[in-house]
């Protein structure tokens, strides 16, 4: 498989103006490749980091279900008005998973809510309480450690995640995101990727975090 690749950054559907401020949507080109690569028709696909729902109708165009769980109130809306399997979206907390109606999946893409060591606010609570890195990292150890009661055996799990350089400070979080997920499935590898957009240059980053290249790291659920 491939280690290395490119895409050029596509975000075909459009989104209303008012969710447009924080848009951090995946590249649709990066989700399409692993559907692709790790699915088949009328296979259950799953995202517990749902935001405006770019795996859901990916995954949906390609003839698979898709699942999900989102913790904004309106990107959850947005998602479910406008995905075919409506009732597939859930507005809630991955950290409760079990909580929802969510049948074994054949395949996981997702990409967390991103937090620098320096924050003090946990993100994962949609910014409303006080949370150090440690701590997120122990509560994203335990949304996949719920993942994986809903995997199906030798079920693939793709995380979408940078490391971060913010005002000089480096938080390595796509590795320390692949550390403690793999405690809890078998980490196959990572794909970098990169973003080839003609005549666009991204001085602080493609994603604003002082770096031009992510990583999907690859888990499989043994
Ligand atoms: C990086 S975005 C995901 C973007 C998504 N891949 C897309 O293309 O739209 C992370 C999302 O996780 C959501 N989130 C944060 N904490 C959550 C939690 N505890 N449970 C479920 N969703 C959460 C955030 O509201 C945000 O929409």
């Known amino acids: 498989m491939e280690t290395f690749v490119i895409f050029n950054k596509y975000k075909r559907r459009p ?19 692993f559907i692709k690569k790790y699915t088949k028709e009328g296979d259950n696909v799953i995202d517990i980091f749902a935001g405006l729902g770019t795996t859901l109708f990916i995954a949906e165009e390609m003839n698979r279900i898709p699942y999900g769980v ?9 998602v479910k008005k406008n995905l075919k399997h409506s009732n597939n979206i859930f507005l ?29 606010v946990n993100p994962l609570s949609g910014f409303t309480t006080d949370g150090d890195y440690d701590q997120y990292l122990r509560e994203i150890g335990l949304v996949y450690k719920n ?29 320390d995101i692949c550390s403690e997920v793999s405690k809890i499935f078998r980490f196959e590898g990572e794909v970098i990727v990169v973003w080839d957009i003609p005549g666009m240059e991204f001085p602080n980053g493609a994603f604003g975090y002082g770096y031009d290249h992510h990583y999907c790291l690859i888990f499989r659920n043994m």
């Open 92 to 120: 809630g907390d991955s950290r409760k998973l079990s909580e929802y109606d969510i049948p074994h999946c054949d395949f996981s893409f997702s990409s967390p809510i991103f937090m620098n060591k320096t924050e003090t």
């Open 15 to 33: 989104i209303p103006e008012e969710l447009l401020k924080g848009d951090n949507r995946s590249d649709e080109g990066v989700i399409e490749f």
């Open 70 to 78: 989102e913790l904004e109130e309106e990107r959850f809306t947005f």
């Open 147 to 175: 993942l994986k009661e809903v995997m199906k055996p030798n079920s693939v799990i793709v995380i979408e995640a940078s490391n971060l350089k913010n005002s000089g400070v480096l938080t390595t979080l796509a590795w």
